[in-house]
Structures are given as C-alpha cells and as structure tokens.
C-alpha cells in the first residue's frame, strides 16, 4: 500500500539555523499538507499546497516557513531561523483530490528538536 | 472557527471492558468528522469517517462512532476492548464540503488497556 514517507525521522537544530523537513508524497495525490504538534499538545494545521501554490495556510505560518514543491516528487518544509518554540513533530499528509471528500494520509512525522 | 473538545485526557481499561470517548465539535455549517488513531511509534491512521449519511459509521478494528447533530457530538465506541488498542486517539473535523479543507484536531485521547 501507498505511503508517505518523510526525512529525517528526528533533526536536532541550534537556534537560528535553517532547517529543512521532506516529505515524500503518495504519487497521485493533488493536496499538501504540513501539520505540527508540539510535545503534549493537539495536532496543528500549518499550510496545505496545490497546485504548486499555498491554499490556505495558518496564523502560526509566518515568515520564517515556506513550502515548495522543488523536483515534482519531494514536498518540502522550511524553516528559516529556528526558535526553542519550533520543537514540535512534524506531520506531512496528502489528500488525493478527488470527489466530495478524501482521506488525509499522513507521514509518520519529522521530530525537531531546537537547542 | 471550527474547533474539537475532547474531554477524556487518559483513560485506562482492562481488557474487554467498553469504551466510549467523547468528542464534541463547534462549526456553523457543513462538517466532516473523523477519528484517527495513533499507535504508538507509528504515524496517524484513520479509524473511521462521518460524510453524510447514517450517523452511525463503523471503522476499522471494530471501532464506530455516532454523529449526532443536535449534541454537536462524534463519540467513538468500541463494545470490547484488546491490549492492541493502546494507542492515542485523536477526533478531527473539517468544515464546509472542499475537498481538501485542513483538519482541526482535538487534544487526543490516551487510551492505555491493561490485561
């Protein structure tokens, strides 16, 4: 069965450093999406990514993230300058896009840890 | 703004006891509701769906939930319960009929199932 996969499974940072979180789609599959969860706390909504352009992205999608689709395949999460408060795992999902209503299909996370 | 309470942080059951874990959601319009489970070290998984239709939906493992309208609620159930089954749960929904409207989380449920 189809999954998606994500890169590296934990990533230790300084603060202030760049960081950059892959996800690896399911291969027909339309919609992106990056969600977070900081340690003890709800899954959050970050960005979600079609056709090569954000659709809807959250207050918490500031400045300091951006997305891009660079090669077609790989689905990428940047971080510019990271913040103690970064320290989350990382969730990317996909959606195939078609019909009324699809399943959201998610990696099995990125773990940052910010020092 | 839609949002998901889920008022069962942790919940501990022996084995084949029965399990019902609330959820109650806030949106003015149109929901889709979900469950997903997560096991532990691995990604998140959908236990089951509300689209339209009989509020009464079954998912995988032997899981089902109700939506009922007029509580604003989507509890989980489950008549037995397996050692199997400890894992986090997390209630979800989404607003409108898009087909690919990001998904608000809940705090998630621990379930932990003793033998």
């Known amino acids: 069965e189809p999954e998606v996969t994500q890169t590296p499974s934990h990533q230790v940072t300084q603060m202030g450093q760049e960081v950059i979180l892959r996800c690896v789609p399911i291969?027909?599959?339309?919609?992106f999406y990056w969600y977070r969860q900081i340690l003890g706390q709800k899954v959050e909504f970050l960005v979600s990514?079609?056709?090569?352009?954000?659709?809807?992205k959250s207050e918490i999608f500031d400045d300091q993230f951006s997305v891009e689709r660079p090669d077609g395949s790989n689905f990428t999460l940047k971080i510019r300058s990271t913040k103690l408060e970064d320290s989350a795992m990382y969730f990317c999902?996909?959606?195939?896009?078609?019909?009324?209503?699809?399943?959201?299909?998610f990696g099995p996370g990125t773990r940052l840890t910010v020092l | 703004a839609q949002s998901v309470s889920q008022h069962n942080h942790h919940v501990i059951l022996s084995e084949a006891a029965s399990l019902e874990l609330g959820c109650n959601y806030s949106?003015?319009?149109?929901?889709?509701l979900f469950w997903y489970v997560q096991y532990p070290g691995q990604h998140l998984q959908l236990l089951l769906k509300?689209?339209?239709?009989?509020?009464l939906v079954k998912g995988i493992k032997g899981f089902e939930a109700e939506f009922i309208k007029s509580k604003f609620s989507f509890n989980l159930r489950k008549p037995s319960v397996q050692w199997s089954d400890t894992a986090e749960y997390f209630c979800?929904?989404?607003?409108?009929?898009?087909?690919?409207?990001?998904?608000?989380f809940g705090t998630g449920t621990r379930l932990q199932v003793t033998l």
């Open positions: 990514f079609y056709n090569n352009e954000i659709s809807e």
């Open positions: 291969s027909n599959h339309l919609y």
């Open positions: 999902a996909t959606n195939k896009g078609l019909g009324n209503y699809n399943e959201q299909f």
């Open positions: 949106y003015g319009g149109t929901v889709n």
């Open positions: 979800a929904v989404t607003g409108g009929t898009g087909t690919a409207s990001k998904l608000t």
């Open positions: 509300y689209f339209s239709g009989d509020p």
